[in-house]
């Protein structure tokens, strides 16, 4: 079983920055992916990016030239760099973990208000 805590949320304005971390611990073996995902409040849960074992990155149209994935092999981690926040990135933002024998591992989510 993979554990994973996030850190980095919090409150920014409008066109600032944030930097999440999620940190797997745990049965770390066979992680085909690595990714973040959010969900606002009434909406369904959206994937925002995601990133390889092979270092592969994939984003959602909405956050592509603002946000940034990567990933720390040696510690890890996953961290996925925000800029140009908007009001509408406000969501709770969710780590996870792709296994290569198809299992999906969730974090608890950390909460990312943008004001305007």
């Known amino acids: 079983q993979v554990q994973l805590v996030e850190s980095g949320g919090g409150l920014v304005q409008a066109g600032g920055s944030l930097r999440l971390s999620c940190v797997a611990s745990?049965?770390?073996?066979?992680?085909?992916?690595m990714g973040w995902h959010r969900q606002a409040p009434g909406k369904q849960r959206e994937l925002v990016a995601d990133?390889?074992?092979?270092?592969?990155?994939n984003y959602a149209d909405s956050v592509k030239g603002r946000f940034f994935i990567s990933r720390d092999g040696a510690k890890n981690t996953v961290y996925l760099q925000m800029n140009l926040l908007k009001p509408e990135d406000t969501a709770v933002y969710y780590c996870?973990?792709?296994?290569?024998?198809?299992?999906?591992?969730w974090g608890q989510g950390t909460q990312v208000t943008v004001s305007s």
């Open positions: 745990g049965s770390i073996f066979s992680i085909a992916a």
């Open positions: 996870s973990v792709d296994r290569t024998f198809g299992v999906r591992s």
């Open positions: 990133i390889s074992s092979g270092g592969m990155t």
